[in-house]
């Protein structure tokens, strides 16, 4: 193929179209906001554009600042278990015969072919009071009190007269739970990645050289596939960060995420300035990820 610099009108055709529709349906309308979060809400509907940073000095209020700091907190939680989980799904798909493979990987990207919603709604029945945990746990309670009192221990005053369903909803740890359960892919597939590209060899002279299985693993898999790690954590956290579906259905009051403040502001309060300077300091929160992703590369001399 002949360089572009050979071909240019034939290299600026086939680019118009793209850019046009880039520029149309993403840069102009994310300008837009951009310029509204530097405005201020004028009645019901209206928007002074007068280059102010209230709306970003109001974002650092105690109140957003608190759900901002929160919304981090929830979404290093999930990216942390995430990673504790595909870690090893990853390593095993990886060593798994090459006819495996395959359907393993399969496995790992089935979610994505249903629905967010029907996904986080199945989820709900699994966690709510009378779901299939609660239920299977009900089932335990009843099984371990039958057999103490069958043994003249006394269920009832070891296990208690009845069983307490627990309360897996509406809380951080369901927003949490939720948010491994959507996100779970989005770490395995870079960590697969990385380690299917790994030097076998050195594994097996780390191993014959008596290193051991655990620090074979800290020693010379974690460094090789740091490029996998790095990448599944930002990929999993950033749209982790921006969650709202997760933490609409699945949080309560006081689990709500960053996200779905911006969503109120745009929709219930009316406040599109506040709502945009919200959304862009999530955009400026993953353009320092990114960032240090690239520096981090760059220290390893470019690997990726």
């Not at 300008?31 to 209230?54: M, N, P, Q, R, V």
Request: aromatic share 12%; hydrophobic share 55%.
């Amino acid at each position: 193929m002949e360089p572009w610099r050979k071909a240019p009108l034939l290299f600026l055709v086939s680019l118009a179209p793209p850019a046009l529709w880039l520029a149309v349906f993403f840069l102009l309308p994310l300008s837009l906001l951009w310029a509204y979060s530097f405005g201020e809400k004028t009645g019901i509907t209206g928007i002074d554009l007068d280059w102010t940073l209230t709306n970003y000095a109001r974002a650092l209020d105690p109140l957003y600042f608190g759900i901002l700091l929160k919304s981090l907190w929830i979404a290093g939680a999930a990216t942390l278990i995430c990673l504790i989980v595909g870690l090893p799904v990853a390593l095993a798909i990886s060593f798994a015969p090459a006819r495996v493979q395959p359907w393993l990987l399969l496995l790992i990207i089935l979610p994505f072919w249903t629905n967010l919603l029907i996904r986080t709604y199945a989820l709900i029945a699994v966690l709510r009071g009378n779901g299939h945990v609660n239920s299977t746990l009900e089932w335990l309670w009843g099984i371990g009190n039958g057999f103490l009192g069958l043994i003249g221990l006394g269920g009832h005053q070891l296990l208690g007269t009845g069983f307490t369903p627990l309360q897996l909803l509406y809380n951080d740890g369901a927003v949490v739970t939720g948010l491994v359960y959507v996100h779970l892919p989005f770490m395995v597939l870079p960590l697969y990645a990385a380690l299917d590209r790994l030097d076998r060899s050195l594994i097996e002279a780390s191993l014959d050289l008596g290193a051991g299985h655990v620090r074979t693993f800290f020693t010379i898999i974690a460094p090789l596939a740091l490029p996998g790690i790095v990448s599944g954590i930002i990929i999993t956290f950033i749209p982790a960060l921006g969650a709202y579906l997760t933490p609409d259905l699945l949080g309560g009051s006081d689990s709500q995420m960053i996200a779905n403040v911006i969503e109120r502001q745009f929709k219930s309060a009316n406040d599109w300035p506040f709502g945009a300077a919200l959304s862009f300091l999530l955009m400026y929160i993953t353009f320092f990820g990114l960032a240090m992703r690239s520096l981090l590369s760059n220290g390893r001399g470019g690997a990726a």
